[in-house]
């Protein structure tokens, strides 16, 4: 017998086999474990369910940007790189009032002191969209420069410091650069300089996103002719930096090729006319949205002395040929030399 009517049979069987106080018993038991499912069904029903969710990468301003050249310019890599290529190898040329200044000049037997001292100014305004990051915003930066010179040879750091003010965070970037320049006088026209340079950077973000740490370094040469009113310059640098992330493309390898055409206006001042051509030929894996890897600055920049040993300059810079990224920079510095 099956279905219904067994149920029914085996009810009848229990009904009469069964004492009354072992029919009290289960339905006691069964009423105290009814009070204890209820609770625990409901629970199930209107527990609460965490997803998590990440936007973009961990480290958005790592080394390498998460692998896109646009994130890695605001990065604490493109801040150096930057630094060492427009400060270093190609800095403004000198005034007619400079250079006879320092041919005039001799340089002291002890290294007592730096002789050159700079400093500038730099505000950006970024528009740039990441895989799901709006990095837009505004950036702010310091630097300051040691160099002690003898005759050919000279040495020194750049400490710059830069505030991000950006849409999906803020960034504080402190860096180091020691660096080592070498000019080589080839003719009356012509001089050849080679700089090597390390670099170490710290970035502190906000918005539950961890601070990292950027390592690395570079060489560069530059070839200058002078023909006293107008100035010729080229350069080629390479930069290598990692961060500590840990992450697949936590490096960058960049290449900058440069130029700069400069004229002196009397004695005084210099207007000069710049372009830097950017390529990263670093190999990133496992990129969601692959972007390009070259882009351009193009700028230009004047520059006043006010005596043989005190120069104001300022200037404009933007960046060109990245699609989702927009970059124009406005500068002003003094440079004191000794």
Not at 288 to 303: F, Q, R, W
């Amino acid at each position: 017998m099956s279905g219904p009517l067994s149920l029914l049979r085996y009810w009848s069987i229990f009904r009469h086999r069964c004492p009354l106080q072992d029919k009290r018993l289960w339905a006691l038991c069964l009423f105290w474990t009814s009070l204890v499912l209820v609770p625990l069904s409901v629970s199930a029903q209107t527990a609460p369910v965490t997803i998590e969710v990440t936007l973009g990468s961990p480290t958005p301003l790592g080394s390498s940007g998460g692998g896109s050249v646009a994130a890695a310019s605001i990065s604490a890599s493109g801040l150096t790189s930057g630094l060492v290529f427009n400060q270093l190898i190609l800095p403004e040329p000198q005034t007619a009032l400079e250079q006879m200044s320092a041919q005039a000049g001799a340089a002291p037997a002890l290294l007592q002191k730096p002789r050159t001292f700079g400093a500038m100014f730099r505000y950006e305004h970024i528009h740039l969209h990441e895989d799901g990051l709006d990095l837009s915003g505004n950036g702010y930066t310091t630097n300051l420069q040691l160099a002690w010179d003898m005759d050919r040879l000279s040495f020194g750091v750049l400490l710059p410091y830069e505030f991000l003010a950006l849409e999906s965070f803020d960034a504080h970037i402190v860096g180091l650069v020691p660096f080592v320049q070498y000019r080589l006088p080839v003719s009356a026209l012509y001089t050849v300089a080679f700089t090597a340079n390390g670099n170490y950077a710290h970035t502190a973000l906000n918005n539950n996103f961890e601070d990292l740490n950027t390592y690395g370094g570079g060489v560069s040469v530059s070839v200058t002719r002078d023909a006293n009113f107008l100035i010729l310059r080229g350069a080629l640098s390479y930069q290598y930096n990692r961060d500590d992330t840990g992450q697949p493309n936590n490096h960058q390898h960049l290449l900058k090729f440069g130029g700069d055409v400069g004229v002196r206006l009397g004695r005084q001042a210099i207007v000069t006319l710049f372009s830097t051509w950017n390529y990263d030929p670093t190999s990133y894996t496992n990129v969601v949205t692959p972007s390009k890897n070259n882009y351009v600055d193009l700028g230009l920049e004047a520059g006043f002395s006010l005596s043989t040993t005190w120069k104001l300059t300022g200037g404009y810079k933007a960046v060109l040929g990245l699609s989702n990224f927009g970059s124009h920079q406005v500068f002003v510095g003094s440079l004191l030399r000794f």
